[in-house]
């Protein structure tokens, strides 16, 4: 979270954003479910102007061995960005930054899936950011979900995602890349929506008690709806699946 | 790339419909997959293009940032060119540093688009000896049914078709389409059972006794080549598979 250099200005007299949206509205959101061959379940997601695509293998055997678990599955996530994804090359392969994110991603999904199905196997989430602009750690939980599901992998409730912060002393939700860069603060957060539940959170900048309550509120809001839109791609997915199927018959 | 066991079994069925002339999904030995490509497909990248060939699909993005140039080419741009066969694309791909596989994709595709002279890399030269543009191609792997070698290599020609040299970022000027030359083209070929197949499938890749890859351009005049795999071809062969593969190269080159 950096200082706004003094010609930008994050939020206008009229009170909106760079892009034009109200403090309270979300980067338009696509969700595409099946999008791959080879991967046992798939999706893309473009939401703004990220674009991340997810795949999942499994449940199946678990590398490397030592990780097996006796009692239940792993959830293993890979969260990975092209090297031509950002404005300046990235260098390719894993560095900090996304192995920490692999890892609350993993553990997040880890808490819907029912790993206790499939002990000492592993399942496997890739998510691949092609395009990034802020966000892709949201938008790379909320494919990955959809991903699970239609792998077929029994879950309790797909995660949501969705993150608020603080630009321009003022709180919004689901930032752009100006207002990641310099805002005064961001909260991804990952949501399950049947249960209530918070499994996903992180938080970096500067929020008083009361722009922290209200920002976690604006984004478990955002994601119900980007819930809606995860269960319309699979209904989409799977209706055109079952038509496809009367016309093989 | 971890071990396959399928492909023994796999190995039967197709040679056995290559004996009466087929192949497993309908194509004509020297027919190639439905080709789609979308190019700009990045906004972050200075030229991109996801195509589609057959089931495989490969996202080729185009970067170029300023450095210096190689001490002995101090006139030239620099072309990089790396593939990452990420395991999202197929359950036998692996993470980690690149294996053989990968760096044989990555070297195949650079000679293609370097020996072809794909971009003019003397018009990337801003100050010899100083300041030149490096010029990034890297291609991800989305979805892996097979001919990677073609599918990367007609990405990465679409993307400089459309590729802008970023100047005004720079504070050079205006940005400029990146100075495109030829449009080397390859085509690969196996062979299974003595019979020449073009733009092979995973499955028919998996049974392949060899391969070969053959890059042309707008001339018909071959610019790059590599063979594969422990399996020989004939003289004759080869120069069959030149033929084939400069007369589909140039239908590829009038459709990008």
């Given at each position: 979270m950096g200082g706004a250099?003094?010609?930008?200005?994050?939020?206008d007299e009229r009170g909106l954003?760079?892009?034009?949206?109200?403090?309270?509205e979300m980067r338009p959101l696509k969700i595409e479910a099946?999008?791959?061959?080879?991967?046992?379940g798939s999706a893309f997601v473009e939401w703004g102007l990220n674009k991340v695509m997810a795949a999942v293998y499994g449940p199946?055997?678990?590398?490397?061995?030592?990780?097996?678990n006796t009692e239940r599955a792993l959830v293993q996530c890979h969260y990975n960005m092209a090297s031509?994804?950002?404005e300046d090359r990235k260098r390719p392969g894993p560095d900090r930054r996304s192995h920490e994110i692999s890892k609350i991603i993993s553990e997040a999904l880890t808490h819907v899936?029912?790993?206790?199905?499939?002990?000492?196997t592993s399942i496997d989430v890739y998510i691949e950011v092609?395009?990034?602009?802020?966000g892709t750690r949201c938008a790379g939980l909320t494919a990955a979900s959809v991903a699970l599901a239609d792998a077929g992998v029994p879950m309790r409730d797909l995660v949501a995602s969705c993150a608020a912060g603080k630009v321009a002393n003022t709180i919004v939700l689901d930032l752009g890349k100006e207002e990641d860069n310099f805002g005064q603060a961001d909260i991804p957060v990952g949501y399950v929506p049947r249960t209530d539940e918070v499994v996903l959170l992180q938080m970096d900048g500067d929020l008083t008690r009361e722009e922290f309550d209200k920002g976690l509120h604006m984004a478990i809001g955002a994601c119900k709806k980007v819930y809606e839109v995860q269960r319309d791609a699979l209904k989409r997915r799977y209706t055109a699946r079952a038509e496809g199927q009367e016309e093989g018959a | 790339m971890s071990k396959d066991v399928v492909a023994d079994l796999k190995r039967d069925y197709i040679t056995r419909l290559l004996a009466k002339g087929m192949r497993s999904d309908g194509r004509q030995f020297d027919e190639m997959r439905p080709l789609k490509v979308e190019t700009?497909?990045?906004?972050?990248?200075?030229g991109s293009a996801l195509v589609q060939l057959g089931d495989t699909k490969v996202l080729v993005g185009v970067k170029l940032i300023l450095g210096e140039p190689f001490p002995d080419t101090p006139n030239t741009g620099v072309l990089t060119t790396n593939a990452e066969l990420i395991p999202m694309a197929s359950e036998t791909f692996e993470s980690g540093p690149p294996d053989q596989e990968s760096i044989e994709v990555a070297r195949v595709i650079d000679r293609g688009i370097r020996e072809g002279h794909?971009?003019?890399?003397?018009?990337?030269?801003?100050?010899?000896?100083k300041r030149v543009w490096i010029m990034f191609v890297d291609v991800h792997v989305?979805?892996?049914?097979?001919?990677l070698f073609d599918a990367a290599n007609i990405g990465a020609n679409a993307a400089f078709k459309t590729a802008m040299v970023p100047n005004k970022a720079a504070g050079l000027g205006e940005d400029v389409p990146l100075?495109?030359?030829?449009?080397p083209i390859s085509i690969t070929t196996v062979k299974i059972g003595g019979k020449l197949l073009v733009d092979p499938t995973h499955d028919e890749e998996r049974v392949a006794d060899a391969r070969l890859t053959v890059a042309t351009i707008e001339t018909g005049n071959v610019c790059a080549m590599q063979k594969g795999l422990a399996g020989a071809f004939t003289l004759d062969e080869v120069f069959k598979v030149v033929e084939t593969s400069s007369r589909i190269g140039a239908d590829i080159r009038s459709r990008l």
């Open positions: 250099p003094t010609d930008l200005k994050l939020i954003r760079l892009d034009g949206r109200r403090p309270d099946g999008v791959l061959n080879k991967a046992d199946r055997e678990c590398h490397p061995r030592h990780l097996q031509f994804s950002v899936v029912f790993t206790e199905y499939f002990p000492r092609l395009q990034a602009n802020a | 700009n497909y990045v906004g972050s990248a200075q794909a971009v003019d890399l003397e018009k990337l030269c801003l100050e010899p000896g989305l979805d892996y049914d097979g001919n100075p495109v030359k030829h449009q």
